[in-house]
């Protein structure tokens, strides 16, 4: 489970997160919607320990990930997983490389089987730059997958994609999360994706989470922004 | 007014060191505590150093060239053309070599790594390298410190040496100059303390290339004009810091130089 509480973050004077308060329930898959540009992934980011919130805390497993020293924190942080917005491949390294960059014990046979469960077979020595956007979704996946994260946090993960492309990913992405037995925590402005794997959700507005609960609770509720969300209207 | 043009950049100027000299200190500490990729260095090792040899070869010995043949035209009608030698070996171990070399490895692998390290941080590889567990200085910055601490001394060296040769190869070929009247004033005045100035300065100038590009690097944003503009920056840091930094190692070295050996 992760526990944020009064988080805030802010950016050359601009205030980005507002204090978020926000639980993501162990192993399941959670959902954040919310417009471009309103602060998902700096959340993300927060969680990940990429970038230290100028104030609030972030709980996994009860310990504070904010109180921690930078050396501690990075313990933690090695069992969350981040698959990002633009793939976030090392160019300069092959898919393999890649894949096997995160790996403890790297074996060819470990690397072959996450290449086979993304359907990338015969990928191992192309770089990114030859693999299309679909490609490249599924090798960070395959990356993300190799070092067996415990919990998997997704930034728009089929923003740029076509819609059979996206559907894969979809798919992938429950598929991982079923196996790994991971919490996921997805940011997304794409409802499809939400409605079909989403169990929890919550929306990102203004720097702080609007409202959240359950699939029922959530797409049920007559909160204004949610039901301009979903049917696309702008915001009263 | 006076906020814009005194108290703003004056600002970011200290949070510039201040950032600058946290990561320094931080990749330092890793180093010397070995916490950081070895796979790493043979790659940086081979780029920073093998990949540059011709072109310190080439530029050493085109300024040796320019120097004996300036030399020996100055001091001809003076009848001091004997210190042709002499002039090109000290300029180009002492002066010219170090921060030739330097300017020429900053705009060879300087901008190079600024441009990779930042292209990789727009696109969040730096960010999915830290998500990873794995501290982008050890993978990315300390190797790089590494492999230019050793290898920028030996590419000084090769720029100095082919600058004399260059030197002889005009004073003896186009002006007829013996070579033993090149090469006696050499073996005469240099001394270990040139090329341990050589050396040192050369040290300094590879730590200050490396340390700014991947500052600039790490810290670039904005998209593939970011990286443009750290990249700019970047390099032209590293000149005007290769300049200051050289005429404050001379007035040292001479001042230590002195204290040593006394004032002649």
Known sequence: ?236 | MIQSIFITPLLNMLLFIGQYTIMVTRVFKMIVTGRFRWSQLTPHLYEIGVRSIALVCLTGLAIGMVLSAQSFFQLSDKGLTGATGIMVAKSMLVEIGPVLTSFMITGRVGAAICAELGSMRVTEQVDAMFSMGVHPYEYLVAPRYVSMALMIPVLTIIASACGIFGGWFVASNLYGMHSQIFFAPIALHVSWYDIIANILKSLVFGFLIVSIACFYGLNAKGGAAGVGRATTSSVVTTYVSILAFNFLLTIFLNALYWYIFGFN
């Open chain 1, 1 to 236: 489970m992760i526990t944020i509480r009064n988080l805030w973050k802010t950016y050359d004077s601009t205030p980005v997160l507002k204090g978020i308060n926000f639980i993501v329930p162990p192993s399941s898959i959670t959902i954040i919607l919310g417009r471009s540009g309103v602060g998902k992934s700096v959340l993300l980011k927060q969680i990940a320990g990429i970038e230290q919130p100028d104030q609030g805390s972030i709980e996994i497993e009860n310990i504070d990930l904010c109180s921690l020293s930078e050396h501690k924190r990075r313990q933690y942080t090695a069992q969350i997983g981040m698959l990002f917005q633009g793939s976030a491949l090392f160019d300069s390294m092959t898919i393999q490389e890649n894949i096997a960059f995160a790996m403890t014990e790297k074996s060819q046979a470990k690397i072959d089987e996450a290449l086979e469960n993304v359907g990338l077979i015969g990928f191992n020595n192309k770089y990114p730059a030859e693999l299309s956007g679909g490609q490249k979704r599924r090798a960070a996946i395959a990356r993300l997958v190799a070092y067996k994260p415990k919990i998997l946090l997704f930034d728009e993960p089929t923003t740029g994609l076509d819609p059979i492309t996206a559907q894969q990913i979809i798919s992938l992405i429950q598929e991982t999360q079923r196996s790994l037995q991971a919490t996921a925590l997805i940011v997304t402005h794409d409802l499809v994706l939400a409605e079909q794997i989403g169990e929890y959700f919550a929306l990102h507005d203004e720097g702080i989470i609007q409202i959240s609960g359950n699939r029922q609770d959530f797409f049920n509720s007559n909160h204004p922004l949610v039901q301009a969300f979903i049917s696309g209207r702008s915001v009263p």
